[in-house]
């Protein structure tokens, strides 16, 4: 069983940059590849970013690419995701998630834990 709890969000101009944190608990968190997806209102849940268990591997959504970084801390349990450039189409709810089962976490159908989701407001 994995917990994930996301932090980071809020309101910043466009232009501006966040750093999104997801901590998660239980000690096999090195093993799962992670990921970040985001739902805007009216809007279906969609990729944004992923990375594998070692930290060797990333890919992102072409519409974040250039702008945004994930990253992750396995020694502190933590996946990190640096966000620059906002632009008003970046607001939305930002989830973590995670699955064990692959190495990386590009759909949302495959990830097996979840966390509760940071809200992302980027104003024009």
């Known amino acids: 069983q994995v917990q994930l709890v996301e932090s980071g969000g809020g309101l910043v101009q466009a232009g501006g940059s966040l750093r999104l944190s997801c901590a998660a608990s239980?000690?096999?968190?090195?093993?799962?590849?992670m990921g970040w997806f985001r739902q805007a209102p009216g809007k279906e849940r969609e990729f944004v970013a992923t990375i594998n268990w070692s930290g060797t591997r990333t890919q992102y959504a072409d519409s974040v690419k250039g702008r945004f970084t994930i990253s992750r801390d396995n020694a502190k349990n933590t996946v990190y995701l640096q966000m620059n450039s906002l632009k008003p189409g970046d607001t939305a709810v930002y989830y973590c998630a995670a699955d064990g089962g692959i190495s990386l976490l590009l759909s949302s159908a495959d990830a097996d834990y979840w966390g509760q989701g940071t809200q992302v407001t980027v104003s024009s």
């Open positions: 239980g000690r096999t968190f090195r093993s799962y590849a």
